[in-house]
Nanobody, 125 residues
Framework: QVQLRESGGGSVQAGDSLTLSCAAS????????MGWFRQPPGKEREFVAH????????QYADSVKGRFIISRDNPSNLMSLQMNSLKSEDTATYYC??????????????????WGQGTQVTVSS
């Protein structure tokens, strides 16, 4: 069983940057495609970005494309989400997740079997 833990959330101003991290334990992060999802207040959880096992393939939601960068460091069992030019609509609880069914990842939550507890990001305008 793999455990995932997010860190790096906080309260920032619009236009600021923030980097989230996801640390894996129990199994090697390199066994999974990984993804970031978020749940804004009062809304459903939504896809943000995913990254393949090798890190060579990434995909972003349209709402974050050009502003967020997903990356991974398999030997360190870490995945990151660099968030730039943050907007108030980026306010959400952010979750990292592991997908053992595909090397490339997916934007569908049902493909992810392992989830972290979430970290809160609040962006004030």
């Amino acid at each position: 069983q793999v455990q995932l833990r997010e860190s790096g959330g906080g309260s920032v101003q619009a236009g600021d940057s923030l980097t989230l991290s996801c640390a894996a334990s129990g199994r090697a992060l390199g066994a999974f495609a990984m993804g970031w999802f978020r749940q804004p207040p009062g809304k459903e959880r939504e896809f943000v970005a995913h990254i393949s096992v090798s890190g060579a393939t990434v995909q972003y939601a349209d709402s974050v494309k050009g502003r967020f960068i997903i990356s991974r460091d398999n030997p360190s069992n870490l995945m990151s989400l660099q968030m730039n030019s943050l907007k108030s609509e980026d306010t959400a609880t952010y979750y990292c997740a592991g997908n053992e069914h595909s090397q490339y990842g997916s934007d569908w939550q049902g493909d992810y079997g392992f989830w972290g507890q979430g970290t809160q990001v609040t962006v004030s305008s």
